[in-house]
């Protein structure tokens, strides 16, 4: 059996007409068998995270009552799409009552559990609109729930999977259904817990659902579909002549990846590379070009890609009395931060201090963190600032992004610089406040 696998993010579903563009990309394959991986639609899932704080703070009538808006808005795309409305109500009441039941479960757990109970409504709420369009036009498809297929641990918010158990559950169900209709449908960024809960697998996560399943399919080649071209240098809403990659390895993927570069999440490649997937990254709006391929075979001289992150936060720690950061402190740190699962964007010792950078966590973890780290540490801290990670620099490339900005730490390797800046005028303002 052949499948081809796609995954469409939210920009590429926003609205109904990015939404009607679907069966003309299906189309280019000429494929009898398609597994679809679908984001939540366009700002769904940030607008999720508010109600998820209003059902902490105020309960769960408060938070219903943000939640509406946000059904509202699907319903309006399924009414300019010319679907069942009363069907899809109905799909969605029964989606969020089984979201807020398991939340009221969730809370004794943690408040990451909450937040993936609620986060997730925005995978289903595309996912069950989009099987009733393709349905309504001819094209036989079904709605899977990933969470029967995708088993996790227990960690909330980036959920680790379970490959051998999950790769024996994709392949039943896909020699089972493809028996039967010609298209599932299922969202990304989410699995189940050891505990029944419905678990993320990390924010912007649903590549990384496209690229598991295409690792237990074993399929040849797996097409991410985006706003953008394909793999770029730069973010084109931040440069002017930014150039498309055709063609990247797997390893400079994962180096673009882990150091923020946001067209694929970072834990995409390595499922992709163990099996020998080609990874096809394309445009939604010109879905004949080419885009970016990455395979084993990459370009042998890259040109310079530029990768920023904004609101990150600089930590300077060091020891209270002044004695050496040795072994024993960076374990405790190290400790603290995977306690909190805190990634690091990079890292520097000295004698007396730690510097490490981070993306900002929010949802309280920054201040827990914070405040653990003083037990044991002196803490100076910069928050609100950009880490600039540039692969393949140049020294006048260097000079033109920190023009008029404060260098705050700079972290040279062979092929990376990364450089973390305030913009000058925000420094002084902070300085003459404080």
């Known amino acids: 059996m052949v499948v081809k696998l796609h995954k469409f993010g939210g920009a590429s579903i926003k609205d109904a007409d990015h939404i009607q563009r679907l069966p003309e990309i299906l189309q280019i394959d000429k494929s009898d068998k398609v597994f679809l991986v679908i984001s939540a639609m366009g700002k769904t899932t940030n607008a999720l995270e508010k109600v998820y704080t209003k059902f902490l703070k105020s309960g769960q009538k408060e938070a219903a009552d943000d939640l509406n808006v946000i059904v509202n808005d699907h319903l309006k795309v399924a009414g300019n799409l010319s679907l069942d409305i009363e069907t899809l109500e109905l799909r969605y009441k029964h989606l969020i009552d089984q979201a807020f039941n398991n939340s009221v479960r969730a809370i004794d757990i943690s408040s990451g559990a909450v937040y993936d109970q609620i986060v997730s409504l925005g995978e289903f709420f595309s996912t069950t609109l989009i099987e009733m369009y393709l349905n309504k036009i001819g094209l036989k498809s079904m709605w899977c ?44 960024f989410l699995g189940r817990s050891k505990g029944g809960l419905t678990i993320t697998l990390g924010r912007e996560g649903s590549d990384f659902t496209a690229a598991i399943i295409a690792y237990c399919l074993d399929v040849k080649d797996l097409s991410i579909w985006k706003d953008v071209p394909g793999v770029l240098t730069a973010d084109p809403r931040k440069f002017e002549n930014v150039e498309k990659i055709d063609r990247m390895s797997y390893k400079e993927a994962i180096e673009m990846t882990y150091y923020g570069a946001q067209v694929i999440h970072p834990k995409t490649i390595r499922p992709l590379q163990n099996k020998g997937i080609r990874l096809h990254v394309k445009s939604f709006l010109h879905p004949n070009e080419e885009g970016t391929i990455i395979s084993s075979d990459g370009l042998l001289n890259y040109p310079p890609i530029v990768v920023i992150q904004e609101d990150v936060i600089l930590m300077h720690i060091s020891s209270q009395d002044f004695s050496f950061i040795a072994e ?48 044991d540490f002196a803490v100076d801290l910069f928050k609100n600032l950009q880490l600039y990670t540039l692969r393949y620099f140049n020294q006048d490339l260097i000079k033109k992004l920190t023009k008029n900005k404060v260098v705050l730490f700079e972290e040279r390797m062979k092929y990376t610089i990364q450089i973390v800046v305030k913009p000058a005028l925000e420094l002084k303002e902070k300085q003459s406040n404080s």
């Open 145 to 188: 729930d990933i969470r029967e297929l995708i088993q996790t641990d227990n960690s909330f918010r980036d959920g680790t999977v379970d490959f051998s158990l999950t790769q024996k559950l994709v392949l039943d169900y896909s020699n089972d259904k493809f028996n039967q209709y010609q298209i599932i449908v299922t969202q990304g």
């Open 328 to 375: 024993n402190h960076l374990s405790k740190i190290f400790a603290l931060l995977n306690r909190h699962r805190i990634k690091l964007c990079t890292m520097r010792n000295s004698a007396i201090s730690f510097s490490i950078c981070i993306k900002n966590p929010g949802i309280d973890e920054f201040d827990r963190l914070q405040q653990e780290l003083e037990q």
